[in-house]
């Protein structure tokens, strides 16, 4: 079993609507030295194979397919072996 | 200069409705090994002082306040020092 941790990020010449949203909450609360934040996702979850090859192609399709958005966003990969509960 | 990086995560007995959908998409689509998924907030932006602890400060209450929700979420985060542009 494997733990992967997918992270996806809007393209950087994409607009980030979120992330202006929360920077401009930010200047009415005071930060004034915070800039450019950009908001995207985190997402954890196991891979239940003991095949590293298949884990990888696992990994790459469901973050691929259901956890980015190809036309505008990109996303990276890490995972690591776990033991079975 | 320095650049951020805040992961945002709810709390591990708290449930989480969109990773419990993006799950059952992935079953739909066929995805029988992925199981736990959870998904949390990647979030990058820069702070514009040189001063370490002004910096993790602004960071810590940026994050606290605005990035997540202290009921329920928890936060880490990273830095490092950047070039102006």
Known sequence: MYKAVVIVKRRPTILD???????????????????????GKYIEFYVN???????KKEIEEYAGKLLS????????????????D
């Open 17 to 39: 609507p979120e992330g202006k949203a929360v920077e401009q909450g930010a200047r009415l609360l005071g930060f004034n030295n915070v800039s450019g934040t950009r908001i």
């Open 49 to 55: 194979s003991d095949d590293v090859e298949a884990v």
């Open 69 to 84: 958005n190809p036309i505008m966003e990109d996303f990276e990969y890490s995972f690591e072996k776990v033991e079975n």
